[in-house]
DNA sequence: CGGGATCCGTTACGATACTG
DNA sequence: CAGTATCGTAACGGATCCCG
């Protein structure tokens, strides 16, 4: 956002909006939390964002100190969440919860890729996890690969596959979106449109628990208003 | 917006965006929570919004159900949240929640009015409160009323002054904000900005510490990323 | 005076094309 | 792959005007 068009507020959250609250922004930030991402992974998992706005957006993050640019070995460009950038998981998760009670669009665009899911996915299971628990899993959302982990009381959901998977589940964007919003019911959901392979046994039963809580965990936080 | 800048995606953030996305709308929604206003209220509230835009955001805001346009009988037009817009009050607390991570601006423009405070108010003393509790509250922020009431477990902030309150707590905008954004302790504000008088007996102390262990949760909640 | 509507200059966005 | 350059269009910001 140009300096002119800032809030330049003291309220808070006009702040936040100063920093997030243009066009795609937030919607990189999204992404971003399926972990570093090239340049074209961002331009062709937005579908439809204009290279140069793109190129706009990551600079203007980057100033606020809410991403940053990485340029390995071999050159390639990766951009990643600063620590400061993680901090809007929380903030992307209400986001998630209130667009879940708002109708989905009649003929809703796809992305070009799914990373869409991570932060949702996430927090979600982030406020149900037992500490103590551990849990390697591999995903497949609609053929693309995810790692779901837990350590300690800690979630991640990164976009690639795991090495050595515990379990596997297959499944479909639609579907999972749908249980999110409360439009499928969750045995519904697994019964019709999961797959689920353990690797080591038991495994499947806890990544199903967790999954299932965790959608239970959606359903009151967006029913308590 | 107008339907050609919407993302039309699947995804929940997307489509929460597509609601309250663009510039102001999320400001307007947060001013709201502290109860219905007028025209002239939002406008001079934002501190900078154009009428035709005020317009605009409000007949939006209205087609997707999240404020409801009022006409009193003496011909007074209100704009109020709808059930679905009071929602959207965890999602401007943690937005709050971050923007009280960033620098504030060096030479914040002053807001018309004071209603920015309502939800973040609310939403902290909310989290914090002990259910059984019982509170009438009349705070005066730079002059400006405000009522705070505990019933049950269920806190309500709203602009303008309540009938009989138990207590009175006047204080200012500023060392508010920073007291939220941890650069003032609470300590420092209750001793130097703010002034407290009991027309009850022990209800200033309820209020002060239920003051206390809302922003105590806010500093709790910003550190927990 | 409250509650807007109209007009107009400026800025940001969206699409496409092009480059190191 | 990671952007830059250009350009038409839509949204924003500011001011003025209008009507009950």
Redesign the pocket.
């Known amino acids: 956002?140009?300096?002119?068009?800032r809030y330049r507020l003291l309220c808070p959250i006009a702040r936040a909006l100063d920093a997030v609250g243009?066009?795609?922004s937030l919607l990189i930030l999204r992404d971003l939390h399926a972990g570093p991402a090239?340049?074209?992974?961002l331009?062709t998992g937005l579908r439809?964002?204009?290279?140069?706005?793109?190129?706009?957006?990551?600079?203007q993050l980057a100033e606020d100190g809410l991403i940053d640019?990485q340029r390995s070995d071999y050159?390639?460009?990766?951009?990643a969440l600063t620590d400061l950038g993680e901090q809007t998981d929380v903030l992307l998760f209400e986001l998630a919860l209130f667009g879940g009670l708002l109708p989905p669009d009649a003929e809703p665009r796809r992305p070009g890729n799914l990373r869409t899911i991570a932060v949702t996915l996430k927090v979600a299971c982030q406020r149900v996890v037992t500490s103590g628990s551990t849990l390697l899993a591999a995903l497949q959302v609609d053929g693309e690969p995810f790692t779901l982990r837990v350590r300690g009381a800690r979630v991640e959901v990164r976009s690639g596959a795991p090495e050595a998977p515990e379990v596997t589940l297959k499944t479909a964007y639609e579907p999972m979106v749908a249980a999110g919003d409360g439009r499928l019911s969750f045995e519904d959901f697994v019964a019709q449109h999961v797959e689920i392979t353990a690797h080591k046994p038991g495994k499947d039963l806890i990544l199903t628990d967790l999954l299932g809580r965790a959608v239970a965990e959606i359903r009151v936080a967006s029913a308590s208003g």
């Open positions: 956002m140009t300096a002119a068009r243009d066009r795609w090239r340049f074209t992974d331009l439809g964002i204009a290279s140069n706005l793109l190129t706009d957006r990551l600079q640019k050159g390639v460009v990766l951009y």
